[in-house]
């Protein structure tokens, strides 16, 4: 695993970033709301969730959608569906280029293992250019101080496996980090929001998660 120091300079070098994947339709399963106490990166060892009804929150590539959804890589090349759909989400996001600033953040965290060894999670990706737009001295200091990031990040991630139709069904969900209130969720289809944020490209399979990307970083506490 990468020290903070040096995943903040691999951030701080990441390129900027648009998510996307290809499709039109949602996906037709749904999910309910749970909670999970937040802890420490070091101390998540333990499962964050818990194996829901088969086939719950499990989408295809056909299900993907969103307006960015076409500038992710195609085929079988790094990043794109077919790559990502059998890997576990850490490793599925580390092949992607357009995730770079995510990816190492979450290694600054030492939270890849953790995420990969869940059973059925939700994870709501922001873009590299959503980082971005936190301004680079926040940036670097986030990068820097993996006790600052660790509860953002967390607040990015649910603990349980949630499609789009179930994140509206629920309209409000409650994240792992659950001292940051829950995530709101608005609107269907390409209009469909987390927080306010948009989704630029969402139902995206991964072997134990299924992906939102999104194009804001989520601020814990929004809702409260």
Do not use: W
């Not at 299900?63 to 794109?80: I, K």
Request: with cysteine.
């Amino acid at each position: 695993m990468k020290t903070a120091r040096i995943a903040g300079a691999a951030l701080a070098s990441a390129a900027a970033l648009s998510l996307a994947a290809c499709g039109t339709s949602s996906g037709s399963g749904s999910g309910s709301a749970g909670s999970s106490s937040m802890a420490p990166p070091s101390s998540m060892s333990a499962p964050m969730s818990s194996p829901m009804a088969s086939g719950a929150g499990i989408t295809t590539n056909a299900d993907v959608f969103g307006p960015a959804c076409g500038q992710l890589p195609q085929g079988n090349s790094p990043g794109s569906l077919d790559s990502m759909g059998p890997e576990p989400v850490a490793s599925a996001a580390s092949t992607n280029p357009l995730l770079t600033k995510l990816v190492a953040a979450v290694k600054a965290t030492n939270l890849v293992d953790t995420l990969n060894s869940q059973q059925a999670i939700t994870v709501f990706a922001p873009a590299d250019s959503a980082f971005d737009a936190l301004g680079d001295a926040k940036f670097t200091e986030l990068a820097q101080n993996p006790s600052q990031l660790a509860p953002i990040l967390q607040y990015h991630v649910l603990p349980q496996r949630y499609d789009a139709k179930g994140l509206q069904a629920a309209g409000s969900v409650q994240t792992l980090n659950t001292d940051g209130g829950p995530v709101k969720i608005e609107g269907t289809g390409d209009a469909m929001t987390v927080n306010g944020a948009k989704v630029l490209c969402g139902n995206i399979p991964t072997k134990n998660a299924t992906v939102f990307v999104i194009d804001k970083v989520l601020t814990p506490g929004t809702n409260k």
